[in-house]
Protein backbone atom coordinates (compact mmCIF):
# COMPACT_ATOMS: atom_id res chain seq x y z
CA UNK A 1 0.00 0.00 0.00
CA UNK A 2 1.42 3.09 -0.80
CA UNK A 3 0.36 6.18 1.32
CA UNK A 4 1.38 10.17 0.51
CA UNK A 5 0.22 12.09 3.59
CA UNK A 6 1.44 15.45 3.27
CA UNK A 7 -0.10 17.40 6.14
CA UNK A 8 2.65 15.17 8.42
CA UNK A 9 5.85 15.74 9.75
CA UNK A 10 6.42 11.91 9.30
CA UNK A 11 4.67 10.93 6.38
CA UNK A 12 4.30 7.06 5.62
CA UNK A 13 5.02 6.42 1.82
CA UNK A 14 4.95 2.52 2.16
CA UNK A 15 3.66 -0.01 4.19
CA UNK A 16 3.55 -3.39 3.66
CA UNK A 17 4.90 -6.79 5.27
CA UNK A 18 5.21 -4.87 8.67
CA UNK A 19 7.02 -1.92 7.90
CA UNK A 20 6.51 1.59 7.00
CA UNK A 21 8.67 3.24 4.93
CA UNK A 22 8.50 7.06 6.16
CA UNK A 23 10.18 10.27 5.05
CA UNK A 24 10.95 12.73 7.93
CA UNK A 25 10.32 16.85 6.40
CA UNK A 26 12.93 18.07 9.22
CA UNK A 27 16.14 16.44 8.51
CA UNK A 28 19.85 17.71 9.07
CA UNK A 29 21.20 18.90 5.41
CA UNK A 30 24.33 17.45 6.53
CA UNK A 31 23.06 13.65 6.64
CA UNK A 32 22.52 11.73 3.53
CA UNK A 33 19.11 12.00 1.59
CA UNK A 34 17.55 8.89 3.13
CA UNK A 35 14.07 7.07 4.11
CA UNK A 36 13.71 5.43 7.82
CA UNK A 37 11.80 1.75 7.93
CA UNK A 38 9.99 1.36 10.96
CA UNK A 39 9.20 -2.31 11.90
CA UNK A 40 6.10 -3.37 13.24
CA UNK A 41 8.12 -4.35 16.88
CA UNK A 42 9.16 -0.59 16.55
CA UNK A 43 12.60 -1.32 15.84
CA UNK A 44 14.06 1.41 13.19
CA UNK A 45 16.62 2.28 10.73
CA UNK A 46 17.76 3.98 7.98
CA UNK A 47 18.15 3.22 4.07
CA UNK A 48 20.61 5.92 2.02
CA UNK A 49 18.20 6.74 -0.70
CA UNK A 50 21.98 7.64 -3.16
CA UNK A 51 22.89 4.24 -3.12
CA UNK A 52 20.97 1.59 -1.17
CA UNK A 53 23.15 1.02 1.92
CA UNK A 54 21.57 0.52 5.74
CA UNK A 55 22.99 3.83 7.68
CA UNK A 56 22.39 1.81 10.61
CA UNK A 57 22.39 -1.23 12.33
CA UNK A 58 19.84 -4.03 11.00
CA UNK A 59 18.08 -6.47 12.81
CA UNK A 60 19.39 -9.86 11.82
CA UNK A 61 17.34 -11.63 9.08
CA UNK A 62 15.82 -8.85 8.44
CA UNK A 63 17.77 -6.93 5.32
CA UNK A 64 16.77 -9.44 2.54
CA UNK A 65 13.17 -8.66 3.17
CA UNK A 66 13.39 -5.13 3.77
CA UNK A 67 15.85 -4.46 0.41
CA UNK A 68 13.01 -5.96 -1.56
CA UNK A 69 10.37 -4.15 -0.45
CA UNK A 70 13.27 -0.69 -0.39
CA UNK A 71 13.62 -1.62 -4.70
CA UNK A 72 10.05 -2.69 -5.09
CA UNK A 73 9.05 1.12 -4.20
CA UNK A 74 12.27 3.08 -4.84
CA UNK A 75 10.79 5.04 -7.28
CA UNK A 76 7.75 6.44 -5.34
CA UNK A 77 10.12 6.70 -1.88
CA UNK A 78 12.68 8.81 -4.10
CA UNK A 79 9.58 10.59 -5.91
CA UNK A 80 8.11 11.72 -2.00
CA UNK A 81 11.41 12.24 -0.77
CA UNK A 82 12.10 14.96 -3.47
CA UNK A 83 8.37 16.57 -2.88
CA UNK A 84 9.25 17.13 1.05
CA UNK A 85 13.03 18.55 0.56
CA UNK A 86 12.70 20.49 -2.97
CA UNK A 87 15.55 22.09 -2.16
CA UNK A 88 18.26 19.55 -2.16
CA UNK A 89 17.89 16.64 -5.18
CA UNK A 90 18.79 13.01 -5.24
CA UNK A 91 20.65 12.87 -8.79
CA UNK A 92 21.09 9.55 -10.36
Known sequence: MILFLSKSEVPTIVEEEGYRFVIRTRESPVEPPHVHVIGSDGSEFRINLQDGSFLDPIPGGRARK???LY??????????WEHFHP???LGG
Do not use: M
Request: charged content about 55%.
Open 71 to 80: RKHLEAIREA
Open 87 to 89: TRR
Open 66 to 68: VRR
